[in-house]
């Protein structure tokens, strides 16, 4: 039996969402004051900030503990995401490149959260006084992730194949 190639080939994909991420925060950090905006569009900012929390400052004045708590969830999602990559056939593109967009973001967020006690994020949207929280390239890399996921689930995933239709 042949062996069937398996989608570990989107590393490269968490590879480079973890440099891009990890190389825009280290700048964001070394060129942007805390807390000062940097108006690029009348939507857009740069901003720096440290989000001890999770996503929207989730748990951020939890008192330090959700440091350890958020990064033992990330590597353990880390590894299952892996596994599950390592489990999809090579041909289903939208899941793999799905998984590896989480899988790098994911990386990436836990990078700063181990090493620094904070996630950096610097990219600030907004409408008139309606302010989106910051958020980084890991952020995007999930998010998009998480929406290809989504789209496979609904399109591109088959039926299942042991269900039984019409059982009462």
């Not at 995007?140 to 042991?162: C, H, Q, R, V, Y």
């Amino acid at each position: 039996m042949a062996k069937q190639r398996n989608a570990l080939i989107w590393l490269w994909l968490v590879v480079l969402i973890v440099v891009a991420d990890l190389l825009t925060k280290y700048l964001a950090n070394a060129q942007l004051p805390y807390g000062v905006a940097h108006p690029q569009l009348a939507i857009f900012d740069l901003t720096l900030l440290y989000n001890k929390g999770a996503a929207f400052s989730f748990l951020s004045d939890a008192g330090g503990w959700q440091r350890w708590f958020f990064a033992t969830i990330a590597i353990v999602m880390s590894g299952v995401l892996v596994v599950w990559l390592a489990r999809t056939p090579r041909q289903q593109r939208w899941l793999g490149c799905g998984l590896a967009s989480v899988l790098g973001g994911a990386l990436g967020n836990l990078y700063d959260r181990i090493v620094h006690g904070y996630v950096i994020d610097f990219i600030s949207l907004h409408y008139d006084q309606y302010y989106f929280p910051a958020f980084n390239l890991a952020d995007i890399a999930i998010t998009i992730g998480a929406g290809m996921l989504i789209i496979d689930m609904i399109w591109f995933s088959e039926p299942d194949k042991n269900s039984t239709k019409g059982a009462a």
